[in-house]
Nanobody
Framework: QLQLVESGGGLVQPGGSLRLSCAASGFRLDSYAIGWFRQAPGKEREGISYISRSGGSTNYADSVKGRFTISRDNAKITVYLQMNSLKPEDTAVYYC???????????????WGQGTQVTVSS
């Protein structure tokens, strides 16, 4: 059974940091590109970062560029999203997803985790 599970969300003050993890089971993580997405209440799902199967290619949405870093450890079948300098507007449910292409478009991702809540507030 192919499964993705996110963890690491929580409540953090503005300017703080969190590291999200996306763990895979039931499939080889290095067979897929992995994307991170987020959805805030009342807003559409936003693609914020992806990493290629090998980890050699990454990309970020302008909204997080310079603050977030995506990485993967294929041996540990885990992808990470390091989030620094968090802002209140980063508050959302964060999802990881697996797919065949390196893209920020959600439609290309076939497998999704259940999401983890990130709240940035003082």
């Amino acid at each position: 059974q192919l499964q993705l599970v996110e963890s690491g969300g929580g409540l953090v003050q503005p300017g703080g940091s969190l590291r999200l993890s996306c763990a895979a089971s039931g499939f080889r993580l290095d067979s897929y590109a992995i994307g991170w997405f987020r959805q805030a209440p009342g807003k559409e799902r936003e693609g914020i970062s992806y990493i290629s199967r090998s980890g050699g290619s990454t990309n970020y949405a302008d909204s997080v560029k310079g603050r977030f870093t995506i990485s993967r450890d294929n041996a540990k079948i885990t992808v990470y999203l390091q989030m620094n300098s968090l802002k209140p507007e980063d508050t959302a449910v964060y999802y990881c997803a697996a797919g065949p292409l390196t893209t920020l478009q959600a439609a290309w991702y076939a497998y999704w985790g259940q999401g983890t809540q990130v709240t940035v507030s003082s």
